[in-house]
C-alpha cells in the first residue's frame, strides 16, 4: 500500500508563471488536506477537502490559489501567476473517511520556488 | 501568539542520552493532541495521537504525556539515537473542525554521536 504521494517534488516557476501541486492520496482514503510550510515556520493548514467537494478552504488565500479532489485522478493545488512570497513546501496529507480523529498521513512535499 | 508554543526551539545531545521537548497550548476545547516527527526534506510522520481524556501514550522510545488542565503536553525520548535527528511538532486539533487546526513551530533534535 504506497503511502501519499506528491509530484512534483520541487517546482520552480518564474514570477506570473502557474504552479500545479499534485497529491494522491493512500488507497482507501476520501479525505485530502493541504499545508503550507514556510521556512522556519510551522505548517499552516490551507484546505480540506473530501472527492468533489471542499469542505474547508478558510486557510488558503482568496485570490490565485485554488484546490480540487476531483473523482478521479489526485488532489490538485493550483497557484497562478506565482509570486516570490508562494516559495515555500506544500505538503498534502489524506485520512480515512472516519472524522476529525482520523490520523493523517503527510506526503514528502513539493517545494516550490518562485524566481 | 502562536496558540501551541514549543520549547526549546533547538536541542542537541549526546546519542543515548533522554530528552524532554515541550508543548504550551491555549486552543480550547480540543479533539486531540498529535506528535509528529519531521525529518529534513520530508514530510510529518505520526508519532502519537492523544485525545483529551488521555494523560500519556508511547510508542517504542517516545512517550507523550498530556495535562488538560495546565494545557501542556510533553514528549519524552528515551535512549537517544542519531535517527532520532529532526524536528518534532505538536499539533492540537480542535473540536469544531480543521479550521483552526495549530502547528507548533517543532523543536530541532540533533542527536550526536
Known amino acids: 500500500n504506497a503511502g501519499v504521494m506528491q509530484n512534483p517534488r520541487h517546482l520552480v516557476r518564474r514570477r506570473g508563471q502557474e504552479a500545479r501541486l499534485r497529491c494522491s492520496p493512500m488507497k482507501g482514503h476520501s479525505h485530502v488536506y493541504w499545508y503550507r510550510q514556510l521556512p522556519e515556520e510551522g505548517l499552516k493548514f490551507m484546505v480540506y477537502l473530501q472527492k468533489e467537494n471542499i469542505i474547508d478552504e478558510s486557510g488558503m488565500p482568496k485570490e490565485r490559489f485554488s484546490a480540487e479532489f476531483p473523482k478521479e485522478g489526485p488532489s490538485i493545488l493550483r497557484i497562478q501567476q506565482v509570486v516570490r512570497g508562494d516559495s515555500a513546501a506544500y505538503f498534502c496529507a489524506s485520512s480515512p473517511p472516519a472524522g476529525q480523529g482520523a490520523e493523517q498521513y503527510f506526503g514528502p512535499g513539493t517545494r516550490l520556488t518562485v524566481t | 501568539k502562536n496558540q501551541v508554543e514549543q520549547s526549546p526551539q533547538s536541542l542537541i545531545i549526546l546519542e543515548g542520552k533522554n530528552c524532554t521537548l515541550q508543548c504550551n497550548y491555549t486552543v480550547s476545547p480540543f479533539s486531540n493532541l498529535r506528535w509528529y516527527k519531521q525529518d529534513t526534506g520530508r514530510g510529518p510522520v505520526s508519532l502519537t495521537i492523544m485525545t483529551f481524556s488521555e494523560n500519556t501514550k508511547s510508542n517504542g522510545r517516545y512517550t507523550a504525556t498530556l495535562d488538560a488542565d495546565t494545557k501542556q503536553s510533553s514528549l519524552h525520548i528515551t535512549a537517544s539515537q542519531l535517527s532520532d535527528s529532526a524536528s518534532y511538532i505538536c499539533?492540537?486539533?480542535?473540536?469544531?473542525?480543521?479550521?483552526?487546526?495549530?502547528f507548533g513551530i517543532g523543536t530541532k533534535l540533533q542527536v550526536i554521536p
Open positions: 499539533v492540537v486539533i480542535p473540536s469544531g473542525g480543521y479550521q483552526k487546526v495549530t
